[in-house]
């Protein structure tokens, strides 16, 4: 038996030109065709999927004149699985003739600036053709007009390039695959009631389930690989340092019984990884169904109550899966939600796709204004900050360990980690006993403190009666606080967990006018922190996927959605709401 690896997604690029022959098309034929080279060595040598491997491009094997050309571009796509299209242009086509058709293709157009040919001219062309269609396409022209022999990719033509291939590969990426919960409904919380249709009619992915009690199963009947269990428990022992117990001595644990817990932490996060992706080894142990999988992308545990009340918490199995480094060495995070919150499974699933990183999964737990901090511990902050706190999946990653050139603390894709940086992010880490009263069943929490300066986007999805997902997005900073400050306020919680100290960019105006209005405003109880100001990114790949943006501060210039937008009135949220409603979900 064999798992099937799927072939990577591809980029396809179609370069379109006008199709009259008798020396206009001649004469435009090594232009064009250098117009898709020069993007293709640009997406080849920028774009990575999220394992850190480039992305490759497919160019239509000519120039495409008219449908005929279009649809023989078309079959080449689908033979070499591309995901994405983009279509570059010096020159007038003929615009319904030479578009691409596919309702469910991200799809961009860049008419070149250039006076010796209309390239704008199909560009408004071909857009308005797709508008009528009801197919949105990206349109990207440089501000600046170019000469026609200039093979040069202009700085503001590359970054919507770049933006648009970002977020489309990530809509072809997750298509077709599955969310996995295992288990169900974690203590009333909305997002792990999961919507089926969310899932099938906007990302395009399948739904699978299991019950808690599969781990169960596997666990008591060893359908898992000992030798890896042998060698992560051995890791384990070597690097994952426990931490303070602050459980009453009463239920606090013994030797053996710290043993047993360890143990069987790392057996369900080696289970729970097979659930999600499969294993080829159960085959070799006459599992040959369970060495299968999923075909889980991204995957929930509910762990509380039913499982936690008894057994030992997802605490470390969240926190190694999502993080880059294990006992395997460095590897693409696996995405898992705690407590089964779908949709904040999605956003880390979108902020791992546009940034190759692992992501941290947090509660929106407290606003402390500067008064508050002053009045609790004498110290009075420059602004106030949010506490972004919980015990589960914030990856190791978050601990702001891995180091940039400069020293600097930041988060890096996976491609560009270190085994040093995987073990200053444990270095940086204590694995607390469980707190009795939230877990007794036991486990491990992952405690550790956010390094301060490192620029973060806050996003979280969440689903409104009539209206459907809507996204809400805050770029912002991790701060540093004195220690005895940060003591004193960790202390008022969960000492045990993880904790982000965040401080959003304000606008001064809206949500934004004001740390206090961006807790006020935040639609649920978790958010997903991701490293960097990567909010446009978002914002584009929520209008591929017809998702509107309620809550964001990033700059206007930097917003890219489909040109179609514009016909949906002049101001930019009423556009995206009136817009997704009107084309409605990508895969309905």
């Known amino acids: 038996?064999?798992?099937?690896?799927?072939?990577?997604?591809?980029?396809?690029?179609?370069?379109?030109?006008?199709?009259?022959?008798?020396?206009?098309?001649?004469?435009?034929?090594?232009?064009?065709?250098?117009?898709?080279?020069?993007?293709?060595?640009?997406?080849?040598?920028?774009?990575?999927?999220?394992?850190?491997?480039?992305?490759?491009?497919?160019?239509?094997?000519?120039?495409?004149?008219?449908?005929?050309?279009?649809?023989?571009?078309?079959?080449?796509?689908?033979?070499?699985?591309?995901?994405?299209?983009?279509?570059?242009?010096?020159?007038?086509?003929?615009?319904?003739?030479?578009?691409d058709m596919d309702p469910h293709m991200p799809k961009a157009i860049w008419g070149f600036n250039g006076t010796e040919r209309p390239g704008a001219v199909?560009?408004?062309?071909?857009?308005?053709?797709?508008?009528?269609?009801?197919?949105?396409?990206?349109?990207?022209?440089?501000?600046?007009?170019?000469?026609?022999?200039?093979?040069?990719?202009?700085?503001?033509?590359?970054?919507?390039?770049?933006?648009?291939?970002?977020?489309?590969?990530?809509?072809?990426n997750i298509r077709g695959k599955s969310y996995l919960s295992i288990g169900?409904?974690?203590?009333?919380?909305?997002?792990?009631?999961?919507?089926?249709?969310?899932?099938?009619?906007?990302?395009?992915?399948?739904?699978?389930?299991?019950?808690?009690?599969?781990?169960?199963?596997?666990?008591d009947r060893h359908i898992y690989d000992q030798e890896e269990v042998d060698l992560a428990l051995t890791w384990v022992k070597e690097y994952c340092k426990e931490g303070i117990d602050v459980n009453a001595p009463e239920n606090q644990k013994t030797a053996k019984q710290h043993a047993e817990l360890w143990e069987n932490v790392v057996k369900m996060a080696i289970i729970t990884r097979d659930l999600m992706v499969g294993n080829p080894k159960l085959a070799e142990l006459n599992y040959g169904e369970e060495a299968l999988g999923r075909n889980a992308i991204a995957a929930g545990f509910q762990g509380q109550r039913q499982w936690t009340d008894h057994l030992p918490n997802g605490d470390f199995m969240e926190a190694i899966l999502n993080s880059t480094y294990d006992w395997s060495g460095?590897?693409?995070?696996?995405?898992?939600?705690?407590?089964?919150?779908?949709?904040?499974?999605?956003?880390?699933?979108?902020?791992?796709?546009?940034?190759?990183?692992?992501?941290?999964?947090?509660?929106v737990r407290t606003y402390w204004s500067e008064d508050a901090v002053e009045r609790v511990t004498g110290f009075r902050p420059e602004s106030g900050f949010i506490h972004l706190i919980n015990s589960g999946s914030a990856a190791l990653d978050g601990t702001g360990q891995h180091q940039d050139q400069d020293g600097k603390p930041v988060i890096k894709p996976v491609w560009q980690v270190t085994e040093a940086d995987g073990r200053r992010c444990l270095e940086n880490t204590r694995w607390c006993p469980a707190v009795h009263e939230y877990f007794r069943g036991g486990g491990y929490s992952s405690q550790y403190l956010t390094r301060g300066g490192m620029p973060f986007t806050m996003t979280r999805i969440n689903i409104i009666k009539g209206i459907g997902p809507v996204l809400q997005i805050a770029e912002g900073w991790s701060i540093d606080l004195p220690p005895e400050v940060h003591d004193i306020l960790n202390k008022r919680t969960n000492e045990t967990w993880p904790t982000t100290w965040f401080v959003p960019r304000l606008t001064g105006k809206g949500a934004f006018s004001d740390v206090y209005s961006v807790m006020a405003n935040w639609g649920a109880n978790h958010c997903v922190a991701t490293f960097g100001h990567v909010g446009a990114d978002f914002i584009t790949l929520a209008s591929m996927l017809r998702i509107p943006v309620c809550m964001h501060n990033v700059e206007e210039k930097h917003i890219f959605r489909p040109s179609t937008w514009n016909a949906f009135g002049m101001d930019k949220e009423g556009q995206d709401y009136r817009a997704c409603e009107n084309f409605g979900p990508l895969y309905r």
């Open 1 to 99: 038996m064999s798992i099937a690896k799927s072939q990577p997604i591809r980029i396809g690029i179609r370069p379109t030109i006008d199709g009259r022959r008798l020396g206009v098309r001649e004469s435009l034929e090594d232009q064009t065709m250098a117009m898709a080279q020069s993007v293709a060595k640009l997406l080849t040598a920028e774009i990575r999927h999220p394992n850190g491997d480039f992305v490759e491009c497919v160019i239509a094997d000519s120039c495409i004149g008219g449908v005929a050309e279009a649809a023989a571009c078309a079959e080449k796509f689908k033979l070499n699985n591309v995901g994405v299209v983009l279509t570059v242009t010096p020159c007038w086509c003929y615009g319904s003739e030479t578009i």
């Open 330 to 363: 460095v590897r693409s995070p696996y995405i898992l939600a705690t407590e089964n919150d779908s949709l904040n499974a999605v956003c880390m699933l979108f902020g791992n796709q546009l940034t190759g990183q692992a992501q941290v999964f947090a509660d």
């Open 122 to 172: 199909y560009l408004a062309a071909a857009l308005a053709g797709h508008s009528q269609l009801g197919l949105p396409a990206f349109s990207i022209y440089g501000t600046e007009v170019q000469e026609s022999s200039d093979t040069s990719i202009p700085a503001d033509v590359q970054e919507k390039l770049l933006r648009f291939a970002r977020a489309g590969l990530t809509v072809a």
């Open 184 to 219: 169900s409904v974690s203590m009333g919380i909305a997002g792990s009631i999961v919507n089926q249709t969310f899932f099938q009619e906007y990302l395009g992915m399948r739904n699978e389930y299991v019950d808690m009690t599969e781990i169960k199963r596997r666990l």
